[in-house]
């Protein structure tokens, strides 16, 4: 008999949400998608989010109807312009959590998050708090915004590390 851990606790440890448990909160992002958005553009799904956060799932709570044309939208980390606060600034990883989702067709309800869960923002990033002390913004980007309105309901989970 053998005795083995999660592959959270494989990966690190030392982190307090592997071994104690943490503090959880989730992002209710409702997206208004319209017909007159253009390829390319962005939406910020989360503003300033710690470094050493783990991003656990990115759910659809509830399945998404289709959205003609809507065929490439990415999830990812953009580095916040700390000059304009209106400003979404620049990417990091634009496609980090999701690459490439098409809602064209409709999305079920599910866990879309692509990320290696066992690793904070930083981690995937390569980035310390000392390196980005005020965090990263979480970004839809709409690579292939399509030619019909529709809404897109998101819960993202964050978890402090620790």
């Given at each position: 008999?053998?005795?083995?851990?999660t592959?959270?606790?494989?990966?690190n440890?030392?982190?307090?949400?592997?071994?104690?448990?943490?503090?959880?909160?989730?992002?209710?992002?409702?997206?208004?998608?319209?017909?007159?958005d253009?390829?390319?553009?962005?939406?910020?799904?989360?503003?300033?989010?710690?470094?050493?956060?783990?991003?656990?799932?990115?759910?659809?709570?509830?399945?998404?109807?289709?959205?003609?044309?809507?065929?490439?939208?990415?999830?990812?980390?953009?580095?916040?312009?700390?000059?304009?606060?209106?400003?979404?600034?620049?990417?990091?990883?634009?496609?980090?959590?999701?690459?490439?989702?098409?809602f064209s067709?409709?999305?079920?309800?599910?866990?879309?998050?692509?990320?290696?869960?066992?690793?904070?923002?930083?981690?995937?990033?390569?980035?310390?708090?000392?390196?980005?002390?005020?965090?990263?913004?979480?970004?839809?980007?709409?690579?292939?915004?399509?030619?019909?309105?529709?809404?897109?309901?998101?819960?993202?989970?964050?978890?402090?590390?620790?």
């Amino acid at each position: 008999m053998s005795n083995k851990y999660t592959l959270g606790y494989d990966a690190n440890p030392k982190k307090t949400c592997w071994v104690n448990g943490a503090k959880k909160t989730t992002i209710l992002a409702q997206c208004d998608i319209v017909s007159g958005d253009a390829d390319g553009d962005t939406i910020i799904l989360g503003w300033n989010i710690p470094v050493d956060t783990l991003i656990s799932a990115i759910k659809v709570p509830k399945a998404i109807s289709a959205i003609t044309g809507a065929t490439d939208y990415d999830i990812g980390f953009y580095k916040p312009n700390r000059e304009d606060p209106t400003d979404v600034g620049s990417a990091l990883d634009k496609d980090a959590l999701v690459d490439g989702i098409d809602f064209s067709g409709g999305v079920a309800v599910g866990d879309i998050n692509e990320a290696d869960k066992t690793k904070t923002i930083g981690d995937l990033l390569s980035l310390s708090v000392e390196d980005q002390p005020e965090g990263v913004h979480i970004v839809m980007t709409l690579n292939t915004a399509g030619s019909a309105s529709g809404t897109i309901g998101l819960e993202i989970d964050l978890v402090n590390a620790g």
